[in-house]
């Protein structure tokens, strides 16, 4: 009897877990939605294709891959996509036992005016500090409260200098941190867990006010004029 009982409590427990987590996601997709009629953006429950749209962190990795909940349209008027993005990874315990794990992101991207090099900062962790010990190095750069705190990896080292002036580091120091990468015409971020609209419009604010901070000869160089204009804010 005593073994039903714990068995019948354990499923019990089970339910009511599953049930209001049923509840939460609802009310998130409910809010996204509202979201989405207030901005006049569409909103589509899945769209997989953006699975494979960028490279690098987090898409690079494990298999089932999905985005869900994508919403889509313009920012300060900019093309913009938000999404939950999710995969999988799997592992063995050496016993013939197998477990899956599911890694859950939200992703935020906004064009930028023009194709730049790939530029990615994640904020420093005790994992990324581990890489140095074997010799996954990043870039400094002048500012040691910022290196203190992000990791930057770029394919030219001139361009991250030239887009993280002191006075955007600045403004990424005091801000909240999230990883986040120029990627061609995108600029994009990913932050584990699920897509909140309180959280993506901090985001993409803070991705835009970089872009906006970006030195007129670096677009010159690539042929693009941005003139004064300043692409940053919330929608």
């Not at 920012?75 to 315990?93: G, Q």
């Not at 010990?133 to 870039?139: H, R």
């Not at 005091?174 to 867990?193: M, V, Y």
Request: glycine letters at 8%; one cysteine or more.
């Amino acid at each position: 009897m005593g073994f039903w009982l714990l068995l019948i409590l354990a499923l019990v427990v089970i339910a009511t877990v599953g049930w209001f987590r049923w509840q939460a996601e609802q009310k998130r997709r409910a809010l996204l939605a509202e979201w989405a009629a207030a901005n006049k953006w569409s909103l589509r429950s899945e769209d997989d294709s953006l699975c494979s749209r960028w490279g690098g962190t987090p898409f690079d990795e494990g298999d089932h891959r999905r985005a869900r909940n994508v919403l889509s349209g313009s920012w300060k008027d900019r093309p913009f996509v938000s999404f939950d993005y999710s995969y999988e990874t799997h592992s063995s315990d050496g016993r013939g036992g197998r477990s899956t794990t599911t890694h859950r992101y939200a992703v935020s991207a906004v064009q930028i005016p023009a194709w730049l090099p790939t530029l990615q900062v994640v904020p420093e962790t005790m994992l990324t500090r581990l890489g140095n010990a074997v010799g996954i190095t990043d870039i400094e750069l002048e500012s040691e409260d910022f290196n203190r705190e992000f990791r930057v990896h770029a394919s030219d080292p001139k361009f991250a200098s030239d887009v993280l002036t002191p006075r955007t580091m600045q403004l990424l120091l005091s801000r909240e941190h999230f990883s986040w990468r120029i990627e061609g015409t995108d600029i994009l971020c990913w932050q584990p867990g699920e897509q909140h609209p309180a959280a993506v419009t901090a985001a993409v604010a803070t991705m835009l006010d970089v872009v906006a901070g970006i030195p007129s000869f670096v677009w010159h160089d690539r042929g693009t004029d941005t003139g004064t204009s300043v692409l940053g804010g919330a929608p």
